[in-house]
């Protein structure tokens, strides 16, 4: 790397932070055999009521996502293997974007908690599959998830159906589209419908939290359900 190298580093991050009054006050330079690393810790302030953790989900819950989900890694695997067919420009160009420069969905939290809707919530950052096994564990809970109700983008139909992909699967095991995955009691659900054009972007009900007994669920439609495996990114696996 060299010094224009860094300087268009530092701008990167800096248009990340500013939006949301966050500064870069500090760093720490070390020596890599093994190319470059950037390792971030943000730090902050919250007062106790006004935070949203994963361990409140509680049996009967809604399962609500924000935006759609597998653009992402759709977008990734577009930089891998650069399909050419079946596939629009705008849609690659869409999907990549979604993966260089995903949004983070702070105001949905802000506006989750100003109103008390939510009951637990974490950013999907692993993957559905694997963010829902951090959730439900931490809330001592099973949930089912309906598989025809994932919010998925024209675009990721559109790649999924040109590589063959199925759709629900980049859904299930795309990480980093940094959607919020939140509970919502179903007393508050009626509640959380009149009030979402103020949420700022899409709302989808996927599913039900159900008792820790029931498992984890995915139905896959015509009555059928299979159990829903962890797919999604593992930071102690020797696989990832």
């Known amino acids: ?24 006050i500090g760093g720490d330079t070390s020596a890599s055999r093994h190319g470059l690393f950037l390792s971030v810790t943000l730090t902050g302030y919250v007062a106790p009521k006004r935070i949203l953790r994963r361990d409140g989900a ?11 989900l597998g653009d992402s890694l759709a977008g990734l695997q577009i930089l891998k293997t650069r399909p050419r067919k079946g596939i629009s420009r705008r849609d690659i160009r869409y999907l990549i974007t ?7 969905r702070v105001q949905v939290g802000e506006f989750l908690v100003a109103r008390g809707l939510a009951t637990a919530a974490i950013d999907v950052s692993d993957g ?25 983008s024209r675009a990721c139909r559109a790649y999924a159906v040109a590589t063959k992909t199925n759709p629900i699967q980049l859904a299930l095991r795309g990480g980093e589209d940094y959607e919020l995955l939140f509970t919502v009691p179903a007393t508050r659900r009626d ?35 299979t159990p829903i495996r962890n797919t999604s990114y593992q930071h102690f696996s020797a696989n990832g």
């Open 98 to 104: 979604r993966h260089h420069r995903p949004t983070p």
């Open 58 to 68: 509680r049996i009967g819950d809604i399962v609500y996502v924000t935006g759609t």
């Open 128 to 152: 559905l599959s694997g963010d829902l096994v951090h959730l439900c564990e931490q809330s001592a809970v099973g949930v089912h998830i309906a598989a025809s109700a994932l919010p998925l």
């Open 1 to 24: 790397m060299n010094a224009a190298d860094v300087t268009r580093l530092y701008r990167g991050l800096m248009a990340a932070c500013r939006p949301y009054g966050v500064s870069l």
């Open 191 to 225: 509640a959380l419908e009149r009030l979402r054009r103020h949420a700022g972007c899409r709302l989808t009900p996927i599913g039900v939290i159900r008792s820790k007994r029931f498992g984890m669920t995915l139905d896959i439609g015509r009555g059928d359900a």
